[in-house]
């Protein structure tokens, strides 16, 4: 920890490579006005000694000092603060970007949630017992290193059930596992997994869908080609969780949240947090490809703890990485949470934005201070007013001027990172966006206000006569609106037509 604070102390943000710019311009320029002005003065008749006078005082006085101390004495403040708060930025570059991001893209397990789940539900199918449908699921999840599977086991040793040996184990990405136990095929995952190898009766998938709506993650399971039931996975929302998204939004920045569960249980997790945006079913890989859509319309930074994290992490402008989560995630980030917080991503964001605002004050000061300072240096006031700087005066102002830029970036020392008050909203809409390949794209509108079959027809009615709008499923009872689309359309114009009628929008979920 202290090394990468120091290696991110002695990198250069990208406005310290401007200022350097800026200095290598400075210089010679202040060289050619220290000459030009004792060139001047000799002309007017003046002594040698007094043009010498003038020209030393205009060096002396516009010393590129505090220009050269403006950035990487806040650089090294700012990233000491954060280290203070268990917030480590890799480099300079990321403590400055941090703060420009626009949108957040945030995984859902072990970053939003606990990242420890818990068996809630047991649903056996006919002629299988809880404890048949439970031993299954153990033998199978025994070798998956997700956090479901962990679920599963913590319930099975609690039950006190044998751990039974497995060959041919499989993981299919994003899908569910396979395995061959004493000849019989065993299989789990989501609904689409499993039916491919069992039929799944329709009392069964209605129950996978309330489990769903409750915020559950409902896991099938089949033993060869027999459907054995379901378990019902559930992972605690952690506590700073939905303060963390109503801080990010109250600055304006839009907040998107990745899963890989199915529709309807992101929507309940989502509804439960208060993100902008959930983009549900979305597989390992298919993490870095909604990153490279957002960031075609801003700067997007990506939260995430897992393996499957790593590649969204890289391909965000900024990766932010759990400090509880895999040494891969946290090796492709470019700033830690060590505690492991959602709350600590505001802070490091407000923490980012003091940092740039902190800079942007010291080259100000450090540019007014030189036009000021060179025009009175070289004498240009003394035939108006008779004002004319010693050289040794000069060269006290110089010293000032760098004492006032440190003293400004020590002031940083006392920013209080989790201060909401004064947060400033940034100007953003992001248009929609769609992970499925297919030509039918789904969007889905969180509605209040709807109370019977007459507001469902009205709502239909205003969506529908979008060209871009294929079909709109409505429902008072759920609250939602499910928008079939043959093409992208920006979601503000379905909600703004949906508020005329007098509902209330109160979200979107795509996919």
């Not at 920045?253 to 509804?271: E, P, Q, S, Y």
Request: charged share 20%; net charge negative.
């Amino acid at each position: 920890i202290i090394r990468m604070v120091s290696d991110a102390a002695a990198t250069k943000a990208p406005i310290a490579k401007i200022a350097d710019r800026v200095s290598g311009v400075f210089v010679p320029i202040v060289i050619g006005i220290a000459l030009i002005t004792m060139i001047v003065w000799l002309l007017t008749g003046q002594t040698v000694g007094y043009a010498l006078a003038r020209s030393i005082s205009v060096l002396v006085i516009s010393c590129p000092c505090a220009l050269g101390l403006a950035t990487p004495v806040a650089i090294m403040v700012a990233n000491g603060v954060g280290a203070k708060h268990e917030i480590l930025f890799k480099t300079a570059e990321s403590l400055e970007e941090t703060g420009k991001v626009q949108m957040i893209a945030l995984d859902k397990t072990g970053t939003i949630t606990q990242g420890t789940p818990k068996v809630t539900d047991l649903l056996p199918a006919n002629g299988t017992t809880e404890e048949q449908l439970l031993a299954l699921a153990y033998a199978l999840e025994r070798k998956s290193e997700h956090p479901l599977a962990k679920a599963i086991l913590q319930k099975a040793e609690e039950a006190q059930l044998p751990a039974e040996e497995v060959q041919e184990f499989q993981v299919h990405a994003g899908h569910g596992l396979s395995a061959v136990q004493n000849g019989a095929a065993l299989y789990g995952g989501n609904l689409a997994f499993i039916q491919s190898y069992a039929a799944v009766s329709p009392e069964m998938e209605q129950a996978a869908e309330q489990l769903s709506e409750d915020g559950k993650t409902p896991l099938f399971f089949c033993r060869d080609g027999v459907f054995s039931g379901i378990i019902a996975v559930a992972d605690v929302i952690k506590a700073d969780s939905p303060q963390a998204v109503r801080e990010l939004q109250n600055m304006g920045i839009h907040v998107v949240m990745l899963t890989g569960d199915n529709t309807r249980t992101a929507n309940a997790i989502g509804k439960q947090v208060g993100v902008d945006t959930v983009i549900a079913g979305v597989l390992p890989d298919g993490k870095e490809a909604v990153i490279r859509k957002l960031k075609q319309q801003g700067k997007v930074a990506m939260v995430g703890d897992g393996i499957n994290d790593a590649p969204a992490l890289t391909q965000a402008d900024i990766g932010i990485a759990i400090g509880a989560g895999t040494d891969i995630a946290i090796d492709a980030a470019d700033v830690v949470l060590m505690k492991s917080r959602l709350s600590d991503v505001p802070a490091a964001i407000r923490l980012s934005r003091a940092c740039l605002r902190n800079i942007h004050e010291n080259l100000f000061w450090a540019f007014l201070y030189n036009v000021i300072g060179i025009p009175l240096a070289a004498g240009v006031w003394i035939p108006l007013f008779g004002w004319q700087l010693n050289p040794m005066f000069g060269a006290a102002a110089m010293s000032l001027s760098s004492f006032c830029v440190v003293t400004n970036a020590l002031r940083l020392n006392w920013f209080r990172l989790h201060r909401t008050d004064r947060d400033k909203k940034l100007k953003f809409h992001m248009q929609p966006i769609f992970t499925q390949e297919d030509s039918t794209m789904k969007l889905t509108l969180n509605i209040k206000g709807m109370m019977c079959g007459h507001c469902e027809a009205t709502v239909k009615k205003c969506l529908e006569a979008f060209p871009e709008v294929e079909q709109a499923e409505v429902s008072h009872e759920a609250g939602t609106a499910v928008v079939s689309l043959n093409q992208e359309i920006d979601s503000a114009k379905l909600k703004e037509a949906v508020e005329k009628q007098g509902y209330k929008v109160t979200g979107e979920i795509l996919g």
